[in-house]
């Protein structure tokens, strides 16, 4: 991964552990080779329009965001061995979170996220 930051909504760190895969190779990795994710973990995809889970061993909850963070389309436990897209033609980015993020963190399409690295 080619940085180490956090993914903030409305002044909060929600993800503390979030890597930036914004290269071809780390965009190309992603997860594969993982076997889970805990709750901290994010992993956003620059730029990005749809992801896999060919070759994964857990489900992941996927969001979908435009060039300004906002987010356009929600995808809940994407199962291995599946792949998705937002039909969304202003999709910019990705971001990938463990199974239940999106109802625990209670993501919701217009609300606006943010990348912030750590120095």
């Known amino acids: 991964m080619s940085h180490v ?6 002044g909060v760190c929600l993800w503390s ?14 997860l594969l080779g993982r076997r889970a994710m805990d709750s901290q973990e994010a992993l956003w995809i620059r730029p990005c329009a749809a992801v896999h889970t060919w070759g994964m061993g857990f489900p ?3 969001v979908w965001l435009d ?11 994407l199962s291995p061995w599946r792949w998705a897209w937002s039909g969304q033609s202003r999709v910019r980015d ?3 979170l463990a199974a239940g993020q999106i109802r625990e963190r209670v993501l919701q399409t217009g609300q606006r996220l943010a990348w912030h690295s750590i120095p």
Request: negative net charge.
């Open 67 to 77: 060039g300004e963070g906002r987010i356009l389309a929600l995808r809940e436990e």
């Open 5 to 10: 930051g956090c993914v903030w909504r409305d």
């Open 17 to 30: 552990d979030a890597r930036m895969a914004d290269r071809a190779w780390s965009r190309a990795r992603g």
């Open 60 to 62: 992941i909850d996927v």
């Open 94 to 96: 990705t971001l990938e």
